[in-house]
């Protein structure tokens, strides 16, 4: 075997490496537990290393050089998530460790990796033990020390990957969030995995077909141990930046997002710098990095809302479409829709799922109505292209889900009409902010105040399934019982149905309730709905109880408490 390792050797070992992952990515996703329970670990890594691998196969690279450079350069663009972007960093550091190499021997790809290593701790401003940083840098370390022995890129690479086996064994002891769940760093063995893939190229062997993985379910992390209340900050911020200038010094960004957040990381090369951070105020990060440049790119997803669906064993909700919106903004496709011309100031949008709802929506006079909910997070596209629908000069949307309300947000500005989000996190607090419209106010603001005052006057509660067994918050869960959630957090469990609606329908006697609604499920029928609402007119006495077909998916009952 030539111990030279080439360019084209390198792309070929990149695009193994990837196809590895992706083969793999559920059975990561499954263990994924840090910095909380997203569970998209194996997606973000194996959609970061394929922009490189879909770049890499339009070109031929005549250097290693030019092989690295090529996919340090897609991995910055292309990362998502924490992983994703210390991966970046990973070959970043591994492509400068390469620089003005046409090839390179076992000795120096071993420096490589530790340059690697360097580059993804500067970036990380607090560095913590048993992630994937604990993973690369003492395999790294090992690859080096082999190196030294003399060892081929073959030998050091295998020393490298069983170093980093061993180091990842041990992360569950390192790192308390993994110790609670009882599972390895999802980073860590995603990167691991990718290194296998690139050692099985080097050695000639096939690429590994993608398949959907049923193994190591039975190691699947605890996700459920994890309560909402143990995240510090909500908004997990990806961004990326055009810079003004090459040599602009981050420094101080860097300090100033860390005074904002946790889990920060900058990755950077001559033309853009990409942001992670967790935050609660995404918005004041934004605008702080653009004094630095152009944005170009932003995902924000609710790491909060995230963990409360796997709580309830549903599947967390992510934004896994950024090539397609990057896509569509830099065609202009998004701002090329055809507007509707105004003939009346005010116009309304809901979104809900469920065909019941929707008519309501419709019936309190929402002009249009965009299908999605938990679950089913519909795209800023496609609340853009109802909005253009209204014919009206100010649209107020109510997206009913902390998930949607970024997405919505970002249609202002997208639109020739002026777009007014209220911040609605429920299907109930959107009717609510509807019951409150003046049609006939002469101020929108007017509109926009009495809409969101009304918000806190209504508590949602809701009925949905354990998926899993799981011991949450001192409940211990078993797959197939009924949970009932008030406000997003658990409120209670049990085989029966009918017990949880009693003790909702004592909660809403408790909290003197003048107006309960029950809105029932697709899955529910008109008569066991009707004997829900007895129940809480039996409970609630001197309330006015309505009990109404909703059609939503997931939910059995969603419950308006006012």
């Known amino acids: 075997m030539n111990e030279q390792l080439t360019g084209s050797v390198f792309k070929q070992m990149v695009l193994h490496g990837a196809a590895a992952i992706t083969a793999q990515k559920q059975s ?6 840090f910095p909380v329970p997203d569970g998209d670990t194996g997606t973000n890594m194996s959609m970061t290393i ?45 492509s400068k460790g390469l620089k003005g190499m046409e090839t390179c021997d076992g000795a120096a790809f071993a420096n490589a990796m530790q340059e690697g290593v360097a580059s993804a701790y500067k970036a990380v401003m607090k560095p913590a033990e048993g992630t994937v940083l604990t993973v690369s840098r003492l395999a790294a370390k090992r690859a080096c020390e082999v190196a030294e022995e003399g060892g081929s890129l073959e030998q050091i690479l295998e020393a490298a990957i069983s170093e980093g086996y061993t180091t990842l064994a041990q992360t569950t002891d390192m790192n308390p969030v993994l110790k609670k769940a009882g599972v390895v760093d999802a980073g860590g063995k995603g990167y691991l995995i990718i290194l296998e893939g690139m050692l099985a190229a080097y050695r000639g062997e096939p690429m590994p077909e993608v398949a959907e993985e049923s193994e190591m379910d039975k190691n699947k992390a ?6 909402a209340e143990e995240i510090t900050f909500a908004f997990d911020t990806v961004f990326i930046v055009r810079k003004n200038k090459p040599d602009v010094c981050l420094d101080p960004l860097r300090n100033y997002l860390n005074s904002i957040g946790d889990s920060l990381v900058i990755g950077e090369d001559d033309e853009a ?28 997803e609710n790491m909060r809302t995230q963990a409360d669906d796997l709580a309830a064993g549903r599947k967390a909700q992510s934004t896994d479409d950024l090539d397609a919106v990057e896509a569509e903004l830099e065609s202009g496709e998004a701002c090329g829709h055809v507007v509707a011309e105004p003939t009346k100031r005010y116009g309304f949008l809901a979104v809900c799922a469920g065909d019941g709802l929707a008519s309501l929506f419709k019936d309190l006079g929402v002009d249009g109505v965009v299908s999605g909910g938990q679950t089913m997070n519909p795209s800023t596209e496609s609340i853009l292209d109802e909005i253009d629908k209204i014919p009206a000069e100010i649209v107020f949307v109510l997206p009913n889900n902390s998930n949607i309300i970024m997405a919505a ?46 918000l806190s006057s209504v508590t949602t509660a809701q009925i949905t399934y354990a998926a899993r067994n799981s011991d949450f918050d001192g409940f211990e869960i078993n797959e ?10 658990l409120f ?35 008569a066991d709905a009707q004997a829900a609402g007895e129940l809480f007119q039996e409970a609630c006495p001197e309330a006015e109880i309505s009990v109404l077909p909703g059609g939503q998916p997931v939910y059995y009952y969603i419950i308006s408490i006012e």
């Open 28 to 33: 990561i996703n499954d263990l994924n537990v």
């Open 480 to 489: 197939g019982d009924y949970l009932a959630l008030e406000e997003g957090k």
């Open 222 to 227: 605890d996700f459920v141990a994890l309560s």
């Open 273 to 300: 710098f990409k942001v992670h951070v967790h935050t609660n105020i995404p918005g004041d990060a934004l605008t702080e990095s653009q004094k630095y440049g152009t944005l170009e790119l932003a995902k924000i």
């Open 50 to 94: 394929n922009t490189a691998a879909a770049d890499l196969r339009k070109k031929d690279p005549q250097s290693l050089e030019q092989a690295a450079s090529v996919t340090a350069s897609a991995l910055l663009r292309g990362a998502r998530g924490n992983s994703g972007v210390i991966l970046s960093l990973l070959f970043r550091g591994l």
């Open 409 to 454: 947000q970002q249609c202002q500005g997208l639109t020739e009409k002026q777009v007014v989000v209220i911040p609605t996190k429920t299907v109930p607090q959107g009717i609510t902010a509807m019951m409150n419209v003046d049609f006939e106010a002469a101020d929108p603001k007017d509109i926009e105040t009495a809409m969101t005052d009304s």
């Open 492 to 526: 209670g469990t049990d085989r029966d149905i009918t017990a949880l609606l009693r003790k909702l329908a004592q909660e809403a006697n408790g909290k003197e309730a003048a107006f309960v609604s029950l809105f029932y499920g697709e899955d529910v029928s008109e």
